[in-house]
């Protein structure tokens, strides 16, 4: 035995000398100390520097942790260089003959080999957590971050280290059957090439030999999170290790030295094999049963769903948290009561499924008798019901733990038919509740607490009712940790270590949530509200940069708050609000195309760890006055610091990250309205949620920066105005162009998350908010204040549904037709804008002022209502007027300005336009001496039916495709021809132009139409150089060739700017059977331009 | 140590015959293999030293068969292949302490025995050299070293003298005989020379059959007769070589003076000399075995 040993150290210790003589491994230790340097050393500097390094690198364990997670892509690819070299490294070096003939085993030798590839690497590895300790020891110092190296040695032993053994025992098990050694390299590319780019975490994740799809991120408040599972899929491919092992030792050319020796290899890979079946299978039973235990689990609460339920008014919880044995146990006494017509004999109530009922009893102690299938608690009072409106008390005894991946039956992960929840490398969007014996997190949805009637399977369209309640809580934990709930919380240390917390609820709430763990807390009492900051001690370094600004800065956060309460027309309804820090897996995961997308925390607002860490607030201090120095701007500490803690405030209150893009997870603006309401019809409730946010952000923005660039109007009109159609035009994913088309197709109200997924909350997102914005413009944003306060004040604690909520827009002003929402939410139809005119003319009004009467007109062509906001530009200032367009309707508009008018431009809340809406005003000079009006009328629009005009967006257009170009995306980039949106190309809605570099002619852009009768027509050219650049680089000439019925004529234009950019081509005799077709070369020396041919009918 | 052939008989994909029915008892001292290119040397040495499985037969080492016992035989074997090489990126002595490893050593016996091996092959020197800048010699020495490394009761060494200076196949035959002592050593070659001086027992191998085996002294004694000397003119050379076999050659003034092993020609004045080894290798292979191999031909033509 001690032979056996010595043959295979001695192995290996030679082929990792051989290794570390090899340039490969150099190479990839290269690689490896660029990771680290990169995730370390550079985002250190970064921070240092005051860049936006993203949160995820600040946190303590997570940046050598993602060095780790992406070298692991990278070694893989030279484990394979490396580990292929196994058999034929004797040959090539003549020395198989020599080592054959040793008295090794062949197992010792190919286990030798083994051992020696994986230590080398495996020592390469250390070396790097050396220097990755080193590097976060110097963030340490440097920066201030906390200084934790077990978060990536955890990670490097549970995914690093078994995807490192897997992978070489599989490159060697490879080459000994494959023999190539080209093939099995092949092969093993192919492996890891198809897992990244197609597996991914499918098939139970038995494909994932490096964890890479897993679900892990670590957190700095609860680690890895849920690795359970993982634990297992790490185990399987250890045991697949041992198997392709003994399989390459059998499969290796040499004759055996002993059958025993052989047979002892069978037996391991026999067992072995047999184990790893084992457990894969346990893994794919585990989760298919788990799944079809929560499927079923969902069918039965379906059948419950119109039971008729109690309502239970107050909760009075004795709460022990933090025991190992069980996590949590509560005693809770609720107040039910029945306002149903009938008597209740049983009491339905749903409870997270890990958490057992151990006792209910009535008040007067009688027991009562009790059922509890997974999430569902049934009470059965059949000797005693609840008679219609009577109260009466019950205590229900619980305790265990918390299925944090379980509970909201509808999104579970990865399951057909269900709303999508899907887990990924970085997030663990299926975790969205925690309980450990230091930490909790746990919102009302993941059921913590008896809340009655079942929790899922209800239709989406008529949601589950919320029941309110107030509650008081007395929680008992550690005394270092601190409990945050809805309401104020007050501790009394106990014996032992422990304290209780006693939280008093006293306005109703839809859901009691939970949090606990050892924070930091800020606390300031605003005019209404406490202002509570709950926060990890590491996360918010350096605040007190804003000590010298204090007033200043809580003046900002008063006016916030009063600005909410200004848009939603009531003050705030909790005593106090509460920012909490939360892992950063409880909050990506509401951003999937979810229904509800929050986690229910009335008077809490999460903030993730990440954009909490990532905040440095000096150095962002530092950052902002060197610009505000370089800008010219005021660069006082006062004004600065200020603006930088606004900032930071925002990002709480009204995120805008690619996470949280909408930012209405986090924003205290449900506070106000949602929270008090029961609001039935989801798209009103996202759309109002959305509309509120937009509102608050543009207030807040003005109010506080008022000199910045004017922020966008909403989600839609920022996808409008951006000019990279590739780059932004896209909501979740998801291109404008095929919003629109989707959006003609499904009127709004039939779209469910179910059968459209993410497309249906892109759609409601582009759509809903624009169009209760709209609603709100048209009676003034005061009435519409007043709207919701009418709302709440009718409806407080009681189901609304946007009939209820039209109802209060109505009372304010009566023209909002009562088929509003029909009309925008039930229709498909969608309105598109174009400015017909755009003149002003000088007056004299008598008063020693000229002034400048514009007229504009603007018409909708398409059918259905519009409404929008007409801007004009002068020097000064800004010119507003809201505009209502009926079905193909075109109005004019007439108003007087001061100064003179630039631009008008046209800003839809809703439509199918892609680009600005915009014309130059032209004025003409005379001076007319009348009174200036101010007025708008519609007009009929003269459309010439005989002029047929093909633009660039249209269907007759085409411009070849060069090949190279395939592979491109978008495909109208590359050699040839590009898409480019300019206010000054011709269009209808999607003002775009196509151009292209000159070249030498071969690739012509192409007009095609059908004219409707023979004749002469017309030809004209349109091209607009508006701008200096094009001015400059546009080609002096285009070769035009247009096919008539008397041949093909070539034409050679000078473009050059014409009154309304058409530029005549001339007369030609069409045929109505043949195509009209006109080619544009691409010949030239500058930019060509193709953007729309006009054929009019002469005679 | 006694080494018992039988019937052995390898046969290569293809249908090639590299060993046909050898038999062959060697034991201690040293023995030696000759036989032209593809006659099988490699082959036999290969399955002594268990990198090959016979097609049939069996070789049986102090009466066990190797193919059940090939930890024993791989215990204390030494094995020079005729093509050796080692990993370029390491020294000498690095090298045979890594082979020394796998035969067991450690410790002050392995720095021991890589020392006196390194010594006795004349490499001690540059042990600290990269194998890569050896010359091809040192490379065949170094390989000579490594087969003796783990002091190996058996030595296979295949063509160990190729490529090797003549003062250095001197010490290598020297080194040899000392070592023949208590070993048994298979060595083979083309060099006749090789083994004349050393070796006890030869055997001749031609096409994968065994055809002779004995003292040389024996396969001299056949010949003996049958070597001739004689001068001749340049223009005479072609007919004697027709009906000859040509052994050397050495012009002198003018003339050419020949060795040759056959039957005298007609004509010719010629003296019969006393043969060498080499002469009788030349005799043997060309008459013995040539009629030989011709009967076989012509039985598998039919
Ligand atoms: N792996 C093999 N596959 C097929 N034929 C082989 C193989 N090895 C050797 N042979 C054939 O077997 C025969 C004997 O070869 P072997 O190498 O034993 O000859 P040898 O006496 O060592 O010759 P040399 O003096 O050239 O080294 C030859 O015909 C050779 O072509
Ligand atoms: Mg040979």
């Given at each position: 035995m001690p032979n056996t040993l010595r043959y295979i150290l001695a192995v290996a210790a030679n082929e990792r000398m051989l290794m570390y003589r090899s340039a490969k491994f150099w190479v990839l230790a290269s690689m490896g100390v660029f990771f680290i340097i990169f995730f370390l050393f550079a985002m250190t500097v970064g921070t240092i520097m005051g860049d936006g390094v993203p949160g995820e690198f600040l946190l303590e364990g997570t940046d050598a942790y993602l060095a780790f997670y992406f070298f692991g892509y990278v070694q893989v690819i030279l484990i394979i260089f490396v580990a292929v070299d196994f058999r034929k490294l004797e040959e090539k070096w003549r020395l198989h003959e020599v080592m054959l003939s040793k008295p090794m085993t062949t197992a010792n030798w190919v286990t030798g080999k083994y051992l020696g590839v994986v230590t080398s690497i495996l020592y390469l590895n250390l070396f790097l957590m050396i220097l990755a300790a080193i590097g976060r020891f110097i963030k340490f110092l440097v920066i201030g971050s906390g200084f934790n190296i077990l978060p990536f040695i955890k990670y490097f032993a549970i995914a690093t280290f078994p995807s490192i053994l897997f992978m070489i025992a599989l490159v060697f098990f490879l080459v000994s059957l494959v023999r190539v050694q080209v093939i099995a390299m092949l092969l093993a590319a192919s492996y890891v090439a198809g897992l990244w780019f197609y597996i991914h975490h499918k098939f139970y994740g038995l494909l994932d030999y490096g964890s890479f799809f897993a679900s892990i991120f670590h957190s700095d408040l609860i680690g890895f999170g849920d690795i359970q599972s993982l634990l297992w899929q790490r185990l399987f491919f250890v045991l697949l290790t041992v198997v392709l092992i003994s399989l390459s030792i059998l499969l290796y050319p040499r004759l055996s030295q002993s059958k025993v020796s052989k047979r002892m290899t069978w037996a391991v890979l026999v067992l072995f094999a047999v184990a790893s079946g084992v457990v894969g299978y346990s893994i794919v039973e585990k989760s298919r049963s788990q799944q079809q235990i929560r499927l079923a689990d969902r069918v039965e609460q379906k059948k419950w769903i119109s039971e008729p339920l109690c309502r239970v008014e107050h909760y009075?919880?004795?709460?022990?948290?933090?025991?190992?044995?069980?996590?949590?146990?509560?005693?809770?006494?609720?107040?039910?009561?029945?306002?149903?017509?009938?008597?209740?004999?049983?009491?339905?109530?749903?409870?997270?499924?890990?958490?057992?009922?151990?006792?209910?009893?009535?008040?007067?102690?009688?027991?009562?008798?009790?059922?509890?299938?997974?999430?569902?608690?049934?009470?059965?009072?059949?000797?005693?019901?609840?008679?219609?409106?009577?109260?009466?008390?019950?205590?229900?005894?619980?305790?265990?733990?918390?299925?944090?991946?379980?509970?909201?039956?509808?999104?579970?992960?990865?399951?057909?038919?269900?709303?999508?929840?899907?887990?990924?490398?970085?997030?663990?969007?299926?975790?969205?509740?925690?309980?450990?014996?230091?930490?909790?997190?746990?919102?009302?949805?993941?059921?913590?607490?008896?809340?009655?009637?079942?929790?899922?399977?209800?239709?989406?369209?008529?949601?589950?009712?919320?029941?309110?309640?107030?509650?008081?809580?007395?929680?008992?934990?550690?005394?270092?940790?601190?409990?945050?709930?809805?309401?104020?919380?007050?501790?009394?240390?106990?014996?032992?270590?422990?304290?209780?917390?006693?939280?008093?609820?006293?306005s109703p709430v839809q859901g009691l949530s939970l949090n606990i763990g050892e924070y930091q807390l800020l606390s300031h009492q605003f005019k209404q509200t406490t202002l509570d900051f709950y926060y990890q001690k590491n996360h918010l370094l350096d605040y007190d940069v804003f000590a010298e600004v204090a007033d200043t800065c809580l003046a900002a956060v008063e006016r916030m708050l009063e600005i909410f309460e200004e848009i939603c027309g009531v003050p705030y309804p909790y005593e106090r609000l509460v920012l909490v820090e939360v892992p950063l897996h409880m909050q990506v995961f509401v951003d999937r195309h979810g229904?509800?997308?929050?986690?229910?925390?009335?008077?809490?607002?999460?903030?993730?760890?990440?954009?909490?860490?990532?905040?440095?607030l000096a150095s962002k201090v530092k950052k902002s006055t060197k610009r505000a120095r370089r800008r010219g701007q005021d660069d006082s500490p006062i004004r600065v610091k200020r603006d930088v803690f606004i900032e930071m405030v925002l990002d709480y209150f009204l995120p805008d990250n690619i996470w949280r893009r909408d930012g209405s997870i986090s924003s205290p603006m449900r506070n106000y309205v949602h929270f008090n309401l029961d609001i039935a019809d989801p798209v009103l409730a996202r759309a109002l949620e959305l509309q509120l946010h937009e509102e608050a952000d543009r207030r807040i923005h003005d109010t506080f920066y008022p000199d910045r660039?004017?922020?966008?109007?909403?989600?839609?009109?920022?996808?409008?105005?951006?000019?990279?159609?590739?780059?932004?035009?896209?909501?979740?994913?998801?291109?404008?162009?095929?919003?629109?088309?989707?959006?003609?197709?499904?009127?709004?109200?039939?779209?469910?998350?179910?059968?459209?997924?993410?497309?249906?909350?892109?759609?409601?997102?582009?759509?809903?908010?624009?169009?209760?914005?709209?609603?709100?413009?048209?009676?003034?944003?005061?009435?519409?204040?007043?709207?919701?306060?009418?709302?709440?004040?009718?409806?407080?604690?009681?189901?609304?549904?946007?009939?209820?909520?039209?109802?209060?827009?109505?009372?304010?002003?009566?023209?909002?037709?009562?088929?509003?929402?029909?009309?925008?939410?039930?229709?498909?139809?969608?309105?598109?804008?174009?400015?017909?005119?755009a003149e002003a003319e000088k007056i004299d009004t008598g008063q020693m002022k000229i002034l400048y009467q514009v007229s504009t007109r603007v018409l909708n062509g398409e059918k259905g209502a519009g409404f929008v906001r007409l801007v004009c530009d002068t020097n000064k200032d800004k010119i507003l007027r809201n505009v209502e367009l009926g079905s193909y309707q075109e109005k004019e508009i007439q108003f007087a300005v001061p100064d003179e008018p630039q631009t008008v431009q046209v800003l839809p809340y809703f439509s199918r336009n892609s680009g600005n809406i915009r014309k130059q005003v032209s004025i003409t000079n005379r001076i007319s001496r009348r009174t200036a009006v101010d007025t708008s009328f519609v007009v009929t629009s003269i459309e010439d039916s005989l002029s047929i005009i093909v633009d660039?967006?249209?269907?007759?257009?085409?411009?070849?495709?060069?090949?190279?170009?395939?592979?491109?995306?978008?495909?109208?980039?590359?050699?040839?021809?590009?898409?480019?949106?300019?206010?000054?190309?011709?269009?209808?809605?999607?003002?775009?132009?196509?151009?292209?570099?000159?070249?030498?002619?071969?690739?012509?852009?192409?007009?095609?139409?059908?004219?409707?009768?023979d004749g002469d027509y017309e030809l004209n050219f349109f091209v607009k150089i508006g701008s200096r650049w094009w001015q400059r680089n546009i080609s002096q000439k285009f070769k035009i060739y247009v096919t008539s019925a008397d041949g093909t004529f070539p034409i050679e234009l000078r473009p050059q700017n014409t009154s309304d950019g058409w530029f005549p081509l001339g007369r030609f005799r069409l045929s109505k059977e043949d195509p009209a077709v006109v080619e544009l070369s691409d010949e030239g020396n500058g930019y060509i331009i193709a953007d729309a041919i006009r054929w009019e009918f002469v005679e | 140590m006694q080494i018992t052939i039988r019937n052995l008989n390898k046969v290569y994909s293809g249908d090639v015959y590299a060993l046909r029915d050898v038999s062959l008892d060697i034991s201690e001292g040293m023995f030696g293999l000759l036989g032209p290119n593809g006659a099988g040397k490699t082959t036999l040495m290969k399955i002594l030293a268990t990198l090959e499985q016979p097609t049939s037969g069996e070789v049986l080492v102090d009466g066990e068969n190797i193919s059940v016992r090939r930890r024993e035989v791989r215990s204390t074997l030494g094995y020079l292949p005729q093509f050796f090489g080692a990993y370029p990126q390491m020294t000498g002595s690095e090298f045979l302490r890594y082979i020394g490893r796998l035969c067991g050593f450690s410790g002050k016996a392995l720095k021991e025995s890589v020392e006196e091996n390194l010594i006795r092959v004349g490499l001690f020197e540059v042990r600290d050299r990269k194998v890569k800048t050896y010359s091809g010699g040192m490379l065949r020495r170094l390989g000579v070293a490594q087969a003796l490394v783990g002091n190996p009761k058996l030595l296979i060494i295949d063509e160990p003298t190729t490529g090797l200076d003549p003062e250095e196949r001197i010490r290598f035959r020297n080194l040899l005989s000392v070592l023949s002592r208590d070993k048994v050593i298979i060595l083979s070659t083309h060099i006749v020379g090789d083994i004349s001086s050393t070796c006890e027992n030869i055997a001749l191998l031609s096409h994968g059959r065994l055809v002779f085996r004995g003292h040389p002294e024996s396969l001299v004694d056949q010949a003996s007769g049958k070597v001739w000397q004689a001068a001749c003119d340049e223009e005479d050379f072609g007919m004697i070589s027709e009906q000859m076999n040509v052994i050397s050659t050495i012009p002198v003034e003018g003339r050419l003076l020949l060795r040759l092993v056959g039957e005298p020609v007609d004509g010719f004045e010629m003296q019969t000399v006393p043969p060498n080894l080499e002469d009788a290798y030349m005799h043997f292979m060309e008459n013995v075995v040539g009629e030989h191999v011709e009967e076989e031909a012509g039985v598998m033509e039919d």
């Open positions: 009075d919880f004795d709460i022990i948290h933090g025991e190992r044995e069980s996590l949590l146990q509560v005693k809770v006494r609720m107040v039910v009561h029945n306002a149903n017509q009938a008597p209740l004999d049983s009491l339905l109530f749903s409870l997270n499924g890990k958490l057992s009922v151990e006792r209910v009893n009535r008040h007067d102690g009688e027991s009562i008798e009790f059922t509890q299938r997974n999430q569902l608690v049934f009470l059965n009072l059949a000797g005693n019901p609840l008679l219609p409106s009577e109260t009466d008390t019950i205590r229900i005894q619980y305790a265990g733990d918390i299925d944090a991946v379980g509970f909201q039956l509808d999104r579970l992960p990865n399951l057909k038919g269900l709303i999508d929840k899907s887990d990924g490398p970085w997030i663990q969007p299926s975790i969205s509740a925690w309980l450990s014996e230091d930490f909790a997190v746990l919102p009302a949805e993941c059921g913590w607490y008896p809340v009655p009637g079942a929790a899922a399977g209800h239709p989406y369209y008529s949601p589950k009712p919320k029941n309110f309640s107030t509650a008081t809580l007395r929680v008992v934990t550690n005394e270092n940790l601190r409990v945050v709930s809805q309401g104020v919380a007050e501790a009394t240390p106990l014996d032992d270590g422990k304290a209780e917390t006693t939280i008093r609820v006293k229904v509800d997308n929050v986690l229910l925390q009335p008077g809490v607002i999460m903030v993730d760890e990440v954009s909490l860490a990532s905040n440095r660039r004017e922020i966008s109007f909403s989600a839609n009109d920022r996808m409008r105005q951006h000019d990279n159609r590739w780059m932004v035009r896209r909501i979740y994913g998801i291109e404008i162009d095929s919003l629109v088309s989707g959006l003609l197709q499904k009127p709004l109200s039939q779209l469910t998350p179910e059968s459209d997924g993410v497309f249906y909350r892109a759609a409601i997102d582009f759509k809903a908010p624009p169009v209760l914005q709209m609603l709100s413009e048209r009676i003034t944003p005061e009435n519409y204040a007043n709207a919701l306060r009418n709302l709440l004040d009718e409806y407080r604690y009681q189901r609304v549904g946007r009939t209820d909520y039209l109802k209060m827009i109505q009372t304010s002003i009566k023209d909002i037709p009562p088929d509003f929402f029909a009309e925008w939410f039930d229709q498909a139809t969608l309105p598109g804008y174009r400015i017909t005119k660039d967006q249209d269907k007759g257009f085409f411009t070849p495709v060069s090949s190279e170009q395939r592979f491109l995306r978008p495909p109208s980039k590359g050699r040839s021809w590009w898409e480019w949106t300019s206010s000054l190309a011709y269009g209808k809605y999607y003002f775009g132009l196509h151009a292209k570099r000159g070249g030498r002619g071969e690739y012509p852009a192409r007009w095609e139409t059908a004219v409707p009768r | -």
